[in-house]
């Protein structure tokens, strides 16, 4: 068990550019989050999927937002026309609900700046 | 969607001292979590409690939910204690954070 991966760590583009990011889970673990984290606030949840369905969308995720999780394994998450407001780190996080905890485990984040 | 307050915002501890954190709470749960964030950005894991007392070594959680809130109580705290910790809940699918409380841990 490695733990969930993200990737990139770190992304610098410029407005109006598109990027992605991708999120590697835990193993086995059939819930995958989104979240975005901007200084000082604690993280915002953006979407979730339960294998490969996405099952809910905050109303924070814009028509640039989209997000897959294509065979239930890794997900990623694109941003188009990016914004210098999309500053911010986003969180993957994974868990299983075959225990009743259902535990979210984290990523360590992607930093995106937007200049 | 559920408000969460935590206090106190912001918090400095000489080691070896406690604490308690708060987690207030809008409406009725069935999932409350503690997460602590390293300097670095990790997300770590406390505690699983709806409700209940948890202990884990230094740390202990209490949460009433018929009075949503919470307690994360540290005791005999360290320097790799600092950080800052967030209390989520679950409504639906989605899980809303506090605003966190910013603990600076000072030998």
């Known amino acids: 068990d490695t733990g969930v991966s993200q990737d990139p760590r770190h992304k610098i583009t410029k407005r109006g550019q598109n990027v992605t990011f991708r999120c590697d889970p835990i193993s086995e673990h059939n819930r995958l989050y989104w979240y975005r984290q901007t200084l000082g606030q604690g993280p915002e949840f953006l979407t979730y999927f339960q294998n490969e369905a996405q099952l809910e969308k905050s109303r924070l995720l814009s028509d640039r937002f989209s997000a897959e999780r294509p065979k239930g394994s890794f997900s990623t998450l694109e941003i188009q026309r990016t914004e210098q407001g999309d500053s911010a780190m986003y969180l993957c996080?994974?868990?299983?609900?075959?225990?009743?905890?259902?535990?979210?485990?984290f990523g360590p984040g992607t930093r995106l700046l937007v200049l | 969607g559920i408000q969460v307050e935590q206090s106190p915002p912001d918090l400095i501890l000489q080691e070896g001292a406690n604490s308690t954190l708060r987690c207030n709470f809008s409406d009725s749960v069935n999932n409350l979590q503690w997460f602590h964030q390293n300097p670095w950005g990790q997300l770590i894991n406390l505690f699983y409690?709806?409700?209940g007392t948890k202990q884990n070594g230094r740390l202990s959680a209490t949460t009433v939910a018929t009075e949503r809130y919470s307690l994360l109580y540290i005791s005999s705290s360290q320097t790799t204690d600092s950080g800052v910790y967030f209390c989520?809940?679950?409504?639906?699918?989605?899980?809303?954070f506090g605003t966190g409380t910013s603990l600076t841990v000072i030998p």
């Open positions: 409690i709806p409700s």
């Open positions: 989520a809940v679950v409504s639906g699918n989605q899980f809303y």
């Open positions: 996080a994974s868990s299983t609900n075959d225990s009743p905890q259902e535990t979210q485990y």
